[in-house]
């Protein structure tokens, strides 16, 4: 079936405008997890989603960051008054549970621009 | 705090020599790790996880707790195994901690 999908695949953006990112999770996965790569950099956790819970924004960096998710189907994340430092490689993972052991999968990413 | 390290951004062997991806971690409690991997254009995925005690494409990697290491290992690399490898932790309930991540380059 079909992976985790993401669009835009890539997005530029002037410093200063709103970007919205959307993710397609795999269907039946309940858990949906947002993740943020800079360039040279590990993956830094922003957002995570189970079911009817309320979400972990743990990771969010600031108050200009938000994400929502609908269900258990798609999520957007969307990031306000766009800074140069937002330019990153945004991923989207799913995974079927969000048990402890469950294996994450992962989207494309879309890599965000910001000039 | 928990923190995955890896020491290497880059690693180059020729192909048929040994692998070693090294990771270390700092974690509080019981660590559950993994190693993902990116090969070029494709998706970033599951290598490996420690307690299936599995070898994935001829990896294998060992928790050391003692050594608070998790490092990825193959004796006999391939040119298909040029990708980059990402260690993870998992903190918590669900969130994956990542190293920086090592590209390997397997020479010919």
């Known amino acids: 079936g079909a992976g985790v999908s993401q669009s835009p695949s890539n997005k530029v953006t002037e410093k200063g405008k709103d970007v919205e990112l959307r993710c397609d999770p795999i269907?039946?996965?309940?858990?949906l997890y947002w993740y943020r790569q800079r360039l040279g950099q590990g993956l830094e956790f922003l957002i995570y989603?189970?079911?009817?819970?309320?979400?972990?924004k743990s990771g969010l960096p600031s108050d200009r960051f938000s994400a929502e998710r609908t269900g258990e189907s798609v999520s957007t994340l969307t990031i306000q008054r766009t800074q140069q430092e937002d330019s990153a490689v945004y991923l989207c993972?799913?995974?079927?549970?969000?048990?402890?052991?469950?294996?994450?999968?992962f989207g494309p990413g879309t890599r965000l621009t910001v000039l | 705090a928990q923190r995955v390290t890896q020491p290497e951004k880059l690693l180059s062997v020729f192909k048929g020599a040994p692998v070693e991806l090294k990771c270390n971690y700092s974690?509080?409690?019981?660590?559950?790790l993994f190693w993902y991997v990116q090969y070029s254009r494709q998706r970033l995925q599951l290598l490996l996880r420690?307690?299936s005690r599995e070898s994935i494409k001829g990896f294998t990697a060992d928790l050391n707790k003692g050594e608070t290491s998790f490092h990825l290992k193959k004796p006999f690399a391939q040119e298909e195994d040029s990708a980059m490898y990402y260690c993870?932790?998992?903190?918590?309930?669900?969130?994956?901690?990542f190293g920086q991540g090592t590209r390997l380059t397997i020479n010919p």
């Open positions: 269907s039946g996965h309940t858990a």
């Open positions: 993972a799913s995974s079927p549970v969000g048990g402890f052991y469950n294996e994450q999968f």
């Open positions: 974690y509080s409690g019981s660590p559950e």
């Open positions: 993870a932790l998992i903190q918590g309930a669900q969130k994956l901690v």
């Open positions: 989603f189970q079911g009817n819970s309320a979400p972990d």
């Open positions: 420690h307690i």
